[in-house]
T-cell receptor, first 114, second 114 residues
Framework: QKEVEQNSGPLSVPEGAIASLNCTYS??????FFWYRQYSGKSPELIMS????GDKEDGRFTAQLNKASQYVSLLIRDSQPSDSATYLC??????????????FGTGTQLKVEL | DTAVSQTPKYLVTQMGNDKSIKCEQN?????MYWYKQDSKKFLKIMFS???????INETVPNRFSPKSPDKAHLNLHINSLELGDSAVYFC?????????????FGPGTRLTVL
């Protein structure tokens, strides 16, 4: 079982719609969760971070975390063509001795169509 | 005013050669990382240094040797390059090695081994 799983997509949504991206993780004691956006040929950039159960909103983005079900999701409202990118889910699992060790999923490619 | 910078951006070399990639951050962070992103876009941590000290060392061939001369710099030296080393290598940094600290990525170095 992969540590962090995402549907690779592509996920196609029309402009203005809500895009829903999902991620599941295997380490039950994972502490922190991140969504990164990566445009083709560019580096990952942080969109959202979430640490406790529930929803966290930032502009058009909402991250949702359910630790009991071991899933984290990202909603993008009013999707724009500029949102077309690969979205990487990253989880910080339990690390013996400490450390900030992000484990990434393989990413979901989002395409927002005009 | 680049936050995390890497040189070179592209590196093309022959099998068996030795090469180095340099990374610098001007964010005043204590912790730096090396990640490898393969041809399937899977991003995986290789090493992490906190204040010049190695704290994360994943299962990486010992042909890869990181070095941190000070906490603003982290270099990666690769000996006896192999075809499978072809990938994009990202440097990242965070304030501390805390699981909740955001990691900021550099622009990446695309290594091609012929």
């Amino acid at each position: 079982q992969k540590e962090v799983e995402q549907n690779s997509g592509p996920l196609s949504v029309p402009e203005g719609a809500i895009a829903s991206l999902n991620c599941t993780y295997s380490d039950r004691v994972s502490q922190s969760f991140f969504w990164y956006r990566q445009y083709s040929g560019k580096s990952p950039e942080l969109i959202m971070s979430i640490y406790s159960n529930g929803d966290k909103e930032d502009g058009r983005f909402t991250a949702q975390l359910n630790k009991a079900s071991q899933y984290v999701s990202l909603l993008i409202r009013d999707s724009q063509p500029s949102d077309s990118a690969t979205y990487l889910c990253a989880v910080n699992p339990r690390v013996t001795g400490g450390g900030n060790k992000l484990t990434f999923g393989t990413g979901t490619q989002l395409k927002v169509e005009l | 005013d680049t936050a995390v910078s890497q040189t070179p951006k592209y590196l093309v070399t022959q099998m068996g050669n030795d090469k180095s990639i340099k990374c610098e951050q001007n964010l005043g962070h204590d912790t730096m990382y090396w990640y490898k992103q393969d041809s399937k876009k899977f991003l995986k941590i290789m090493f992490s240094y906190n204040n010049k000290e190695l704290i994360i060392n994943e299962t990486v061939p010992n042909r890869f040797s990181p070095k941190s001369p000070d906490k603003a710099h982290l270099n990666l030296h690769i000996n006896s390059l192999e075809l499978g080393d072809s990938a994009v290598y990202f440097c990242a940094s965070s304030q501390k090695p805390s699981s909740t600290d955001t990691q900021y990525f550099g622009p990446g170095t695309r290594l091609t081994v012929l």
